[in-house]
């Protein structure tokens, strides 16, 4: 009896494990973004410390961007320069920048109106979910759409922000290019960038 | 002479564009009719500019901006309107060089009806009315929608970032514009065009008013680009260039504008 009662006690603990390693939020891209949206202005709305803010909100970026996808994406053809130290540390380089910009961003908003309004299956890998921020007395509405990630059909990842038709990752992509360039192609002094915006 | 100069610019811009150009086959052209990208002519000299204007901005156009969005919120909105309203001639001569008449039927009945019931322009009831597209055309996208590459990307004194084919857009769209047309009156005398109860400087007061309005809106997605930028001068590139090629793409979306095929690589 014992023993059938810690398989099963076993069983139900493996269920929720399973389903937290798949992931927390909704597979169907629409309605992922919507509960990312709702996760983001319930920590934007709470009376938080702009410290607590910033942590809570980089604790849901990690979870629902592909932060490294982004951040090779973001290097370019440049990537394929990099030892695998190098990359390495691009990568956790790249994690702090792309948090801190991020988070940056959205505590500027205090009481975002987001409304998720459709889904468009671009392909297997692709949907790009529409939402609109609404207008206030100082900033007129805006149109946002989410590139999500779907090749991995229970884990969607955002890759992209595409705000009113401008895409943030092809933005940093190029910034990061200019950077690069006006250093005469050395990628590590992109590093030495990253690491003050960092520091700042 | 201002006109001899004008047009020495509109060749010489052309010209530039042109060369840009060479080396591109017609068929490319024809599969990328709105490059997104644009290489530099003079980047010292468009960096430099690019301080120059983003000290004046500091220092006139946002604490101008600021004062205006202290006014009540259906001034500006009033306000907004009307500077569109009055934007959307320029649009019209464009939609018709463009070919795209279904647009210009839109933007003539939205003109119309907001000039005469909307008050001026004041009021919107156009959209209330169903005519709720306000994209807004300038010879620049007219030029992309022919075929024009964007040449090369500079910046130019307090008028901030452009392409070659966009600096000719812009002395095109004084030509073009009705507004332009109607209250300038330096041809007067000859029975060509003018007005005499306008003067030319109302049309520099509207110009300045809309960008006055425009600022106002953008206060903040401008401070927090240049708080979370590396390089600002290159971010603001990077959108300038992007949002030209939506433009000219009339499209709403970045999705017909960038295909998968830029992240195809980055397969976690």
């Given at each position: 009896?014992?023993?059938?009662?810690?398989?099963?006690?076993?069983?139900?603990?493996?269920?929720?494990?399973?389903?937290?390693?798949?992931?927390?939020?909704?597979?169907?891209?629409?309605?992922?973004?919507?509960?990312?949206?709702?996760?983001?202005?319930?920590?934007?709305?709470?009376?938080?410390?702009?410290?607590?803010?910033?942590?809570?909100?980089?604790?849901?970026?990690?979870?629902?961007?592909?932060?490294?996808?982004?951040?090779?994406?973001?290097?370019?053809?440049?990537?394929?320069?990099?030892?695998?130290?190098?990359?390495?540390?691009?990568?956790?380089?790249?994690?702090?920048?792309?948090?801190?910009?991020?988070?940056s961003r959205l505590s500027d908003y205090s009481d975002p109106k987001i409304e998720v309004i459709s889904a468009d299956v671009k392909?297997?890998?692709?949907?790009?979910?529409?939402?609109?921020?609404?207008?206030?007395?100082?900033?007129?509405?805006?149109?946002?759409?989410?590139?999500?990630?779907?090749?991995?059909?229970?884990?969607?990842?955002?890759?992209?922000?595409?705000?009113?038709?401008?895409?943030?990752?092809?933005?940093?992509?190029?910034?990061?290019?200019?950077?690069?360039?006006?250093?005469?192609?050395?990628?590590?002094?992109?590093?030495?960038?990253?690491?003050?915006?960092?520091?700042? | 002479?201002?006109?001899?100069?004008?047009?020495?610019?509109?060749?010489?811009?052309?010209?530039?564009?042109?060369?840009?150009?060479?080396?591109?086959?017609?068929?490319?052209?024809?599969?990328?009719?709105?490059?997104?990208?644009?290489?530099?002519?003079?980047?010292?000299?468009?960096?430099?500019?690019?301080?120059?204007?983003?000290?004046?901005?500091?220092?006139?156009?946002?604490?101008?901006?600021?004062?205006?969005?202290?006014?009540?919120?259906?001034?500006?909105?009033?306000?907004g309107n009307a500077m569109d309203n009055l934007r959307s001639l320029l649009t019209l001569s464009n939609n018709l060089l463009q070919?795209?008449?279904?647009?210009?039927?839109?933007?003539?009945?939205?003109?119309?009806?907001?000039?005469?019931?909307?008050?001026?322009?004041?009021?919107?009831?156009?959209?209330?009315?169903?005519?709720?597209?306000?994209?807004?055309?300038?010879?620049?996208?007219?030029?992309?929608?022919?075929?024009?590459?964007?040449?090369?990307?500079?910046?130019?004194?307090?008028?901030?970032?452009?392409?070659?084919?966009?600096?000719?857009?812009?002395?095109?769209?004084?030509?073009?514009?009705?507004?332009?047309?109607?209250?300038?009156?330096?041809?007067?005398?000859?029975?060509?065009?003018?007005?005499?109860?306008?003067?030319?400087?109302?049309?520099?007061?509207?110009?300045?008013?809309?960008?006055?309005?425009?600022?106002?809106?953008?206060?903040?997605?401008?401070?927090?680009?240049?708080?979370?930028?590396?390089?600002?001068?290159?971010?603001?590139?990077?959108?300038?260039l992007q949002n030209r090629s939506k433009k000219i793409l009339n499209t709403e979306s970045k999705v017909d504008t960038q295909d998968?095929?830029?992240?195809?690589?980055?397969?976690?």
């Amino acid at each position: 009896m014992k023993k059938k009662f810690f398989i099963f006690v076993f069983f139900i603990f493996s269920i929720f494990l399973f389903q937290n390693s798949v992931s927390a939020y909704s597979s169907d891209p629409k309605q992922f973004i919507q509960e990312v949206v709702d996760e983001a202005k319930k920590i934007l709305v709470a009376s938080n410390s702009k410290e607590n803010r910033e942590k809570e909100l980089s604790a849901i970026a990690l979870k629902v961007a592909d932060i490294k996808g982004i951040g090779l994406y973001t290097l370019g053809g440049y990537r394929k320069e990099l030892n695998e130290k190098q990359l390495k540390e691009y990568d956790t380089l790249f994690e702090k920048y792309f948090l801190k910009s991020f988070t940056s961003r959205l505590s500027d908003y205090s009481d975002p109106k987001i409304e998720v309004i459709s889904a468009d299956v671009k392909n297997e890998k692709y949907t790009i979910v529409k939402s609109l921020l609404l207008a206030t007395d100082k900033k007129p509405e805006v149109k946002i759409d989410w590139r999500v990630y779907t090749k991995n059909q229970n884990k969607p990842l955002i890759r992209d922000l595409i705000v009113e038709g401008l895409s943030l990752a092809r933005t940093q992509k190029e910034e990061f290019a200019s950077v690069i360039e006006s250093n005469n192609g050395d990628v590590t002094k992109l590093f030495d960038t990253l690491r003050k915006f960092i520091d700042k | 002479m201002i006109r001899k100069i004008l047009y020495i610019a509109i060749f010489a811009m052309f010209f530039q564009a042109n060369t840009a150009n060479a080396g591109s086959t017609g068929s490319e052209d024809l599969k990328s009719p709105t490059k997104i990208t644009a290489d530099e002519c003079f980047e010292g000299f468009s960096r430099a500019m690019f301080t120059f204007n983003h000290g004046l901005d500091k220092a006139v156009f946002k604490p101008v901006a600021k004062g205006y969005r202290a006014l009540p919120v259906p001034i500006r909105r009033g306000t907004g309107n009307a500077m569109d309203n009055l934007r959307s001639l320029l649009t019209l001569s464009n939609n018709l060089l463009q070919g795209d008449f279904s647009a210009a039927g839109n933007t003539a009945g939205r003109f119309a009806i907001n000039t005469t019931v909307g008050i001026l322009g004041i009021f919107d009831p156009a959209s209330a009315l169903g005519l709720k597209e306000k994209g807004k055309e300038d010879f620049g996208q007219t030029l992309g929608v022919w075929g024009a590459d964007p040449g090369c990307y500079f910046v130019l004194p307090i008028l901030g970032p452009t392409t070659a084919r966009d600096a000719i857009g812009k002395v095109g769209n004084v030509f073009l514009d009705p507004v332009f047309q109607i209250t300038h009156n330096t041809e007067i005398d000859n029975g060509v065009i003018g007005n005499s109860t306008y003067s030319e400087h109302n049309y520099y007061y509207y110009r300045t008013t809309s960008a006055v309005d425009f600022r106002a809106k953008n206060i903040e997605s401008f401070d927090s680009l240049e708080k979370n930028s590396i390089d600002f001068y290159a971010s603001l590139k990077s959108l300038y260039l992007q949002n030209r090629s939506k433009k000219i793409l009339n499209t709403e979306s970045k999705v017909d504008t960038q295909d998968d095929s830029d992240w195809e690589e980055i397969e976690n």
